[in-house]
């Protein structure tokens, strides 16, 4: 391989000699794939471009030229900065200071990105002192040019101001820091391969750390230093291994620094990797599961050596253990293992372990010694462990316990325990999900449900969610929910309908485990129908009674219908932290009221609906100081969906605010006000109707950055449209009282500007347009549009369902069709959940009288919701 000479050359010759041979060293890592070869050699070109530089630029007599962090490990990848510190003997003076400059500007021109530093030995042990960043950097120095003795003062000088085991606490506070700004959780579906938990930041870690103390640079050394087994070693350097050849595969694929494993690499990564898709999975979701694998690992070990290294540099006090039984004892308040074979002579134990922690709450954690007995013995798990009814029984006790649950499942999770006693479990560790609004792995978001259900357990979070903290305390026997939750998504990436693949698991499991029948009943009901709910509630009309009573048929039972409902907001709210909203939640109460209602008996049909809510909204009136009857000039006009589809005090404010003046407004009204919660807005819109209203609104929340939630749309018998909307601001910070008076003013201008205007027609969006464009991961991983079409079962209106990615104006633009087309909307309950869209409208019209213009119309709404009419 070629490399630039450090002889003095020019600038362009240098800079050309640079550019081949890294693209040489590049080439031979694409023929040999072997990652310290290429970071090595990438290493070993800039010492020697840099030593060339200096021919031209010199540095100030008696300095140093020293590589810092990666690049003086001997580790650079492609796209990496070039750190490096510039060593003084003593301050620099105005000439010092230009030579400097020099060959700085100098490595920019050359194609070098220098992060540099120029001090003398005091301020680095002065600045080392104050930043934990600074000293780990330093303590990585390696000499490339200059004054030898200097370098050799500074690296004395550096090891003698180290003090190891307050390095050793900087450096864990330092990485718990970093892994809570990554959620904790190696499992993110697009992880930083450098930074987040189990990753390569936290092999450095343990090398510094380890280095620090004196235990050895690399895993070999550790090992003899007896922190780690060698099987251990060969584990993390095969890790190692696998990571830095991932993070140079991503520079390549970027041409430029990354470290994140966004969706758009995934399955070129893959392609690279020879990776290919089998018939249930994408290539990309099995790369993402091996490298979740790999992840665990080093998290694991991480755990246990980061114990191992804090024991021996902080050793305590011999105290002698405390038993907790024959098998158990408590050293230092860490659940130990009284004989080093105990989950040899006793397997059992790799379930009791969990079971000892969670009935001793005085334990801060388990040992080293015990973590890497469970790991190591986790293969003791196999089919004849499951079938062992101890087994069974003790992993039931682990559920019913009344503290450490989440926990116990997190660590049995990490540690392969829980993946080899629950097989069907093992296949969704690590299963990417591809749907847009699952933010975490499938094994993630399981225990991320359970997590939710048991924080309705505990009184410091009944605020958040009253009524599922209520239902939960009076529910007998609610770790049922727990396994329900543990198998409610254990048949994704299989194909099929995954809750009816689910429900047959979980059949199985209750009956291999002795579960009751009514409990087995009960948790197979809720993995079959744990969709059910949330469909219902976000896509159905709740206003109309066979809807409601179609639900209660469906559960059946309160008992049932409870759990469904706590089972249902845990789910909701473990996709995303984007997904819950107050609206839902709304929603979801209103069916479970309505429902429970019918299973205690309550009639529930339209007219005793629409009498109890004209009462009441009634009384809500005469208590504003309204006159009686002043209302009856509007509702005369309305029919009756207008009163199944608003609340009592929904009818109120419709009322109070279109008779602001005594008699019904002849002119446009926009009125808004903040929803029950607080997290959005109710816009109530009073004006002629004119061709394309409902279009020309969504126009404006759209340019106003408001995403509707709900729309209902009544037109009185002379013409006036009474339409209301549901509507988020798409900037959280953006308080949404804040905007009521702005969408007063603004909408209702819009919609004045259309009062004696002529008709314009509606045009069908034709692809063409440029529109916003669609988010990263709905690019990378699109979804086909979805659209169905069927008539209600009175056979009067049209029940239209749509499914695609979300994107800016998509709902305007569905709006322009349905004018085109000449359609009326009557309701439109419109579901984000993250980058996807699943939205329900009911229309009429004459085109639905047409096959041909129902093709038609289906044509126009999958073009226009398709990625190719992005431009």
């Given amino acids: 391989m070629q490399t630039p000479s450090h002889l ?3 600038l362009s010759d240098l800079r050309k000699a640079l550019q081949d041979s890294r693209a040489a060293a590049i080439e031979v890592f694409r023929q040999q794939r072997q990652p310290n070869v290429l970071l090595r050699s990438l290493c070993r070109i800039v010492d020697q471009t840099l030593r060339g530089l200096l021919q031209i630029h010199p540095l100030p007599a008696g300095s140093t030229l020293a590589a810092l962090g990666g690049y003086g490990r001997g580790e650079l990848y492609p796209y990496s900065d070039i750190d490096i510190l510039i060593l003084l003997p003593r301050a620099p003076d105005a000439q010092a200071e230009t030579a400097i400059g020099e060959f700085l500007t100098a490595m920019w021109d050359i194609g070098l990105e220098p992060g540099h530093s120029v001090r003398t030995i005091d301020e680095c042990i002065s600045e080392a002192r104050g930043d934990i960043t600074v000293e780990t950097a330093l303590l990585e120095s390696r000499w490339i040019a200059g004054s030898r003795n200097l370098m050799r003062d500074f690296s004395q000088q550096i090891h003698q101001h180290l003090d190891a085991p307050a390095f050793f606490l900087a450096k864990r506070a330092e990485m718990r820091q970093r892994h809570s700004r990554f959620r904790d959780t190696p499992y993110s579906l697009e992880p930083n391969c450098k930074e987040s938990p189990g990753g390569l ?80 999975r994408r290539a990309s979701e099995l790369l993402m599961q091996r490298y979740y694998w790999a992840a665990r690992l080093v998290t694991q070990l991480n755990t246990i050596l980061v114990q191992n290294i804090e024991e021996r540099l902080f050793p305590r006090p011999d105290e002698p253990a405390i038993p907790i039984d024959d098998s158990f004892c408590s050293v230092h308040q860490r659940l130990d293992i009284c004989r080093d074979d105990a989950f040899e002579r006793k397997p059992a134990l790799l379930l009791r372990a969990f079971l000892v922690m969670q009935q001793h709450p005085e334990l801060q954690g388990m040992s080293a010694r015990t973590l890497r007995a469970l790991w190591h013995n986790r293969d003791r798990i196999d089919a004849q462990f499951r079938s062992n009814p101890i087994h069974k029984k003790i992993f039931l006790q682990i559920l019913q316990q009344p503290r450490g649950i989440v926990h116990a499942l997190r660590d049995m999770t990490m540690l392969n325990i829980l993946p080899r006693f629950i097989p069907a479990f093992r296949r969704i560790v690590g299963q990417m999900q591809h749907d847009l609004f699952h933010v975490y792995t499938v094994d993630q978001h399981t225990l991320m449900v359970i997590r939710n259900l048991r924080r309705f357990t505990m009184p410091e979070h009944a605020p958040e969610h009253p009524l599922a903290s209520q239902l939960i305390n009076d529910f007998s026997r609610h770790w049922l929910l727990y396994v329900a939750a543990l198998f409610h998504d254990i048949a994704k990436g299989r194909g099929g309908d995954h809750s009816e693949l689910g429900a047959r698991e979980i059949k199985r499991f209750a009956r291999e485990f002795g579960l009751a029948p009514a409990d087995a009943e009960l948790v197979e009901f809720l993995v079959r129908q744990h969709l059910s709910m949330s469909n219902v509630a976000q896509k159905q009309d709740l206003s109309d009674p066979d809807v409601i009573h179609r639900f209660a048929a469906l559960v059946k039972t309160k008992r049932q219908l409870q759990a469904l409902y706590l089972l249902t907001v845990a789910d909701i709210q473990g996709t995303s932290p984007k997904v819950w909203n107050a609206w839902k939640g709304k929603l979801l109460e209103d069916l479970y009221r309505a429902a429970l209602a019918i299973l205690g008996g309550a009639r529930h049909n339209r007219s005793s609906m629409l009498h109890k809510r004209r009462q009441e909204a009634e009384k809500l009136l005469l208590q504003t100081g309204l006159p009686a009857h002043t209302w009856d000039t509007l509702w005369d006009k309305l029919d009756t969906g207008y009163f199944l589809r608003h609340e009592s005090d929904e009818l109120s404010w419709h009322a109070q605010q279109l008779h602001a003046g005594g008699k019904l407004a002849d002119t446009p009204v926009v009125r808004a006000r903040a929803t029950e919660h607080g997290e959005g807005l109710q816009i109530l819109v009073w004006i002629r109707d004119v061709a394309d209203l409902f279009a020309r609104i969504c126009a404006y929340l759209d340019r106003s950055r408001l995403s509707i939630l709900d729309a209902r749309i009544h037109t009185t018998r002379d013409g006036w449209a009474l339409d209301s909307f549901i509507v988020l601001p798409l900037d959280e910070e953006i308080a949404p009282q804040a905007l009521a008076a702005e969408i007063e003013q603004g909408l209702g201008e819009t919609l004045a500007q259309l009062v004696g205007t002529a008709p314009q027609p509606a045009s069908v969006p034709d692809g063409s347009q440029r529109r916003p464009p669609q988010s990263r991961r709905s690019r990378t991983f699109p979804i086909a549009p979805q659209v169905e079409l069927h008539q209600d079962e009175q056979g009067q209106l049209w029940r239209l369902s749509l499914t695609a990615a979300d994107r800016p104006g998509l709902l305007h633009d569905v709006a322009r069709i349905f004018g085109a087309h000449g359609l009326n909307l009557h309701t439109a309950k419109i579901m984000t959940l993250g980058d996807r869209v699943e939205d329900v409208f009911v229309l009429s019209g004459a085109a639905f009288e047409n096959p041909r213009q129902c093709r038609q119309l289906e044509r126009d709404l999958r073009t226009v919701m398709s990625a190719e009419s992005m431009s």
């Fill in 201 to 280: 930041r936290d092999l450095q870690v343990i090398l510094w750390m380890a280095r620090a103390a004196g235990f050895g640079d690399n895993w070999r050394a550790i090992a003899r230093a007896g922190l780690l087994t060698p099987q251990e070693a060969r584990d993390l350097n095969r890790a190692e291994q696998a990571f830095k050849r991932l993070r140079i595969e991503l520079h390549l694929l970027a041409r430029r620094r990354e470290d994140r494993i966004l969706f758009d690499w995934q399955s070129q990564l893959a392609t690279v990797y020879g990776i290919e898709p089998s018939p249930t």
């Fill in 8 to 10: 003095s050359l020019p």
